[in-house]
């Protein structure tokens, strides 16, 4: 029988594996898609051939190692990514193992290389005063500052992953008692938050302002298109580095969107509420 070729493979494992049997989310998939980019890039300039002309065959053991080296000395990722970019590439060939039997060997001998280990770092939360003073800086008059002040007190209110939060549309929230939120998570898996008054008034203030319709997400940028993570993160530290004039303390906290989702933990904690609840709460 012939042995499929390393095209097909892809496009299978891609369309088959990753779409249709494992119904991966669309961020997991766009990870998967961005490292084999990289790593297609890297193969086909170490041995100055196309990509298009890539084989099975030059994909090997050290084809990887020499990727993954290239990834922290030349890119400078972290260690968690590097091994992200790695997850993605044991897939691949564990897929092929199945897939194609006389190519074992060489899937086990990559399936062999290790992901790094990495020492974590203490978890960084905000007291609340802290949070109080991040909240006073965005600038409500305009509909900017007005849609960033929401959606960092939705953040500390539910302690949603961002794109959690930036996935959020009218729909997926009860306005009326008990008020709360659908959030789809990883895994596409879903769960429900209790909203705080404070925050289904901020809102619905959003809403009369900027309207959006039942499946059009509530966070969005002057144009009417969704936010982007990275444009989150960018407007929180200009929120932070102003609130550091008058809370000190931020100075030596190194301050993400996902340190609202530390800080509901933390809170959580601190108000006495059962672990199993807070499990189910953050997801």
Sequence with gaps: MKTATFPNLLHSFFHDRLGQQRN???HTVMSYRDTWRLFLRFV???????????????LNADAVLRFLQHLEDVRKVCVGTRNCRL?????????????????????????????????RPAMCYLEEDEIIEILKQP?????????????????????????EALDVTPAAI??????????????????????????????KSLLKRK?????????????????????????????????TTTMPSLRKKNISP???????????????VDITVIRSWLG
């Design 24 to 26: 991966l989310s669309r």
């Design 44 to 58: 086909g300039e170490q041995g100055r051939k196309p990509i298009v002309d890539i084989t099975l065959a030059d």
């Design 87 to 119: 997850a993605a590439i044991h897939a691949f060939f564990n897929f092929v193992a199945e897939r194609e039997p006389s190519l074992v060997a060489q899937c086990t001998e990559i399936a062999r290389i290790p992901s790094k280990r990495t020492n």
């Design 139 to 163: 600038d409500r008059s305009t509909v900017e500052g007005h849609r960033d002040h929401v959606l960092l007190s939705f953040l500390y209110n539910t302690g949603a992953r961002i794109q």
């Design 174 to 203: 009860r306005f009326e008692s008990p008020t709360q939120v659908e959030l789809f998570g990883k895994g596409r898996k879903t769960r429900i938050c209790p909203l705080w008054p404070e925050t289904l008034a901020l809102i």
């Design 211 to 243: 309207p959006r319709a039942n499946n059009e997400p509530i966070f969005v940028n002057c144009f009417g298109d969704p936010l982007g993570a990275a444009g989150v993160r960018f407007k929180l530290d200009q929120y932070v580095q102003a609130a």
């Design 258 to 272: 996902h340190v609202f989702r530390h800080s509901a933990g933390v809170m959580l904690v601190s108000a006495g």
